[in-house]
């Protein structure tokens, strides 16, 4: 009767496991569902290192994570990361309204101008575009930021996280 009691148990351990290894696959081998919609689809958290280039001086800057938000089907709203030391110190920027295209894994963020006022009190202000292909969100972008005399240029290459699974 032991014996039969472990064999259950190791059933239903077995069962639990691959319930829980199917759930968090996110691999869907469905081809018959539709597309998501283009905004749906590159929404995520994308974490990489991100190049700033200012008056031709380069510097690049690890673990940089950027969060997209999907507004509608076709928009998504883009937090740029703060970075730096003060007094040279950049906030988190939130650019919003920018519209995407696209099908079957291949995504473009239509180049748009931006501004607004940091939480400083500062006005700041730029373009933006990029594309999202084989799971990876590439951004270029310019900031006019405050009274800082010229424009910086950032360029962000980094592949879209995978959402963790949840324990059972």
Do not use: H, W
């Not at 691999?27 to 018959?32: A, E, G």
């Not at 972008?141 to 800082?148: D, E, H, I, V, W």
């Amino acid at each position: 009767m032991k014996k039969l009691k472990n064999i259950f148990a190791t059933m239903i351990l077995s069962m639990a496991l691959a319930a829980s290894i199917t759930s968090c696959s996110g691999d869907d081998d469905n081809n018959n569902e539709p597309d998501e919609p283009a905004a749906q689809s590159i929404a995520g958290t994308y974490s990489g290192n991100m190049t700033c280039t200012v008056m031709g001086s380069e510097e690049e800057y690890e673990n940089m994570s950027y969060v997209i938000t999907a507004t509608d089907d076709a928009t998504v709203s883009i937090i740029l990361p703060g970075f730096g030391t003060p007094p040279m110190q950049l906030p988190d920027m939130t650019v919003t309204g920018l519209k995407v295209s696209g099908k079957d894994g291949v995504y473009t963020i239509a180049a748009t101008e931006f501004s607004g006022t940091s939480g400083q009190g500062k006005v700041y202000s730029g373009a933006i575009k990029g594309s999202f292909e084989n799971n990876t969100l590439t951004l270029d972008y310019s900031l006019q930021y405050g009274a800082m005399p010229m424009s910086m240029y950032f360029s962000f290459s980094a592949p879209k996280e995978q959402p963790r699974c949840q324990e059972v």
